[in-house]
């Protein structure tokens, strides 16, 4: 007798613990306050700040200004000023790459994937160099 209840005691202990949590993850999932994936992203795309904040992250700021500034004076000038930036905004340094990867596929768009090569130069690593030699 003391067997049984025993062995009852120990398939309790660990049959409870699984019950406990699949009953209790299977009731969150279906209150009224949850939503599927599928909701929760249609209502974020839908809400006009949401996108705002996606049109005005910084990096894609500057990477839209640096764009328009290699089109309108050169390569070189938007190069430098992407330098100057990562200097004084230590935060986007993580854009950087790719940042001025896409510098470089405007610049062999450009001018050409030869003549965009001279403007190459350290910032962010090979990251122009890089855009540059990939769309040629």
């Not at 929760?40 to 500057?62: F, I, K």
């Not at 340094?93 to 405007?106: D, E, K, P, V």
Request: proline share 5%; with cysteine; aromatic share 4%.
């Amino acid at each position: 007798m003391n067997q049984v209840a025993s062995r009852i005691g120990k398939t309790l202990a660990l049959v409870l613990p699984v019950v406990l949590v699949l009953s209790g993850t299977l009731a969150v999932t279906r209150v009224p306050w949850a939503t599927s994936a599928s909701e929760a992203q249609t209502l974020t795309a839908a809400h006009p700040q949401a996108a705002d904040a996606t049109r005005s992250a910084p990096q894609e700021v500057l990477r839209r200004r640096l764009l328009t500034e290699l089109q309108e004076k050169s390569p070189g000038v938007a190069l430098t000023s992407l330098q100057r930036e990562m200097a004084e905004r230590p935060s986007l340094a993580q854009y950087c790459t790719s940042i001025a990867r896409s510098l470089g596929r405007a610049a062999a768009a450009r001018y050409g994937s030869q003549r965009a090569q001279n403007w190459s130069r350290p910032v962010c690593d090979t990251a122009f160099a890089t855009g540059v030699a990939s769309v040629g």
